[in-house]
């Protein structure tokens, strides 16, 4: 506790090297001992400082309420909770850190309420009010400016609602021996942007790139499929073939000649062209209609994976079959659906829900949204990057393009999922460079292809 609250106050002199008035919110947990330890330390930095109890307090004998008899020992005050709180520079919250597991009640709930109208917070661990574990927020909860976690990074923190409360994420170790934290199993990993894909053999040709066959694009949705096809283009797959309605198929590959179209009536002008396909990008644009259906049917007698996304995906739900070699892209939405759950069932625990999807369908999950998730087997991967300008559209007919055009270059389904993901939402961060607002799906394009080729920090 000690070193958790040394840890928070040196990252809010970094921060805020000109405050001089400080409020710290304590709950009666240890994360109120991690607030009261900052509280004695700015005290006696010459800062001033109000620290206000939430509650009771810290019950007799526990370590915060040491870190309280030594916060009353340096003179330090503690207040009851007023209506307002008052001025300050910075504003601590230490009400709940990994405690929560509901939504907060008391005054406990009020504290929280009390932060969440104040600027600029500091959160200790947790922003209060966040669920560690899950994301989700289930009541009240606070938005910080910054929040410092201890010891480990919290999966919770990374996906879902949490990541419009959580603002600057930082991890203090707290020099814990590495012995210690290694003979835990993390719940999640954390992945970073980087793809590493093999160098291309000089003498290679465009067939060992892989054929991609992308199928959708109902009339009036032309575009998803065409996204989803130069998408994997520029991922590095050699061939792709759109397989489309036939009213647009003359005109889906206009300024984008390099990709092949195939005008299809019905599932069973798709035979031919799904036995050529090294991987199968089928649900963009597709329709739940009996046209989308026919095809989704004949993608199924497939013996290449598969990426499935938005119709498809609604197609799958409405008769569910399980495979391994399949990639499923569901927006929670969808996974919804595909659960039989309501959309806030599933972002109330994101992790619970690809679990689930894992389960019943097999293959590699990818549960978009804020912190992407990608779930094979018991295996949670984390992406960390992306932002908040890649809601719109378009974004997951390119997903399902870079996913695919990725398995054409021989990766496995699974790391063709994990890998993916991480190269949309970093072209995605690179997009958004000139404004979230905005940006365009296709305006990916050219980054995927600096980053699938490892140019472009
Ligand atoms: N475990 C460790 O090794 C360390 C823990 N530290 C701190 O300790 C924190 C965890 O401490 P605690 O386990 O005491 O938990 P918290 O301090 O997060 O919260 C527990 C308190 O909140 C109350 N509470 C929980 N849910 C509530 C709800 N829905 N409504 C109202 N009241 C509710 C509980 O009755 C309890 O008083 C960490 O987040 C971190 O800040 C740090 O001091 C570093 C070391
Ligand atoms: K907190």
Redesign the pocket.
Known sequence: ?A???TAAFRHLRRRWPQAQRLCVVC????????GLVLARLAKAAGLAVSVHLV?HGP?AGS??AAALADWQAADGRVEPLPSRLPAADVYVD?????????????A??EAVARLADVAPVLA???PSGVD?DTGACP?VAVRAVETVS??VRKRGLYTGRARDHVGELYLED?DLPAALLASEKPSAWLRGEAVALPPRRPDSHKGDHGRVLVIGGAPGFAGAARMAGEAALRTGAGLVTVATHPTHAAMLNVGRWELMVRGVESGGALREAVAAADVIAIGPGLSTQAWGRELWQAALAATCPLVVDADALNLLAASPYRRDAWVLTPHPGEAGRLLGLPTQAVQADRFAAAGRLADRYGGATVLKGAGTLVRVGDDVELCGAGNPGMASAGMGDILTGVIAGLIAQGLAVEEAARAGVCLHAAAGDRAARDGERGLLATDLLPWLRRLANGIGA
Do not use: H, Q, T
Request: glycine letters at 26%; a neutral charge.
């Open positions: 506790m070193r958790a609250g709950g009666s947990g240890n994360n109120g001992g991690d509650g019950r370590e915060a230490a009400v709940f850190g990994i405690g929560l597991k509901r939504a907060p009640e008391g406990a709930a200790l661990d947790v560690a009541g201890f010891i707290l």
